[in-house]
C-alpha cells in the first residue's frame, strides 16, 4: 500500500481504540451527527463500517478505510 502524502511503500496496519464501549475497532457511521434526548449519539438502524487504519513508517500519515460494514 501507498502512502497518499508522502509516496512511500509499505504503511503499518493498526487500529483507531474505541474508548467509549471497548468493543474493539470504531466504527464511521453514515450521515449527519443527531443526537438523542439523552446528549448521546442516535445509531439505532445508522448503518455502520469498521474503521481500518494504515500508518506510513516514513511520514506518520495515517490513512483511514470504511470498507467492512458490522
Not at 503499518?12 to 464501549?21: K, L, N, R, S, V
Not at 453514515?30 to 455502520?48: D, I, S
Request: glycine letters at 14%.
Amino acid at each position: 500500500m501507498k502512502c497518499t502524502y508522502c509516496g512511500a511503500i509499505g504503511l503499518e496496519p493498526g487500529f483507531i481504540m474505541d474508548a467509549g464501549e471497548g468493543r474493539g475497532y470504531a466504527k464511521w457511521v453514515q450521515g449527519a451527527l443527531e443526537r438523542g434526548p439523552l446528549g448521546g449519539a442516535k445509531l439505532v438502524k445508522r448503518p455502520k463500517w469498521q474503521i481500518e487504519v494504515f500508518r506510513c513508517l516514513r511520514c506518520a500519515h495515517l490513512e483511514m478505510f470504511a470498507a467492512n460494514r458490522v
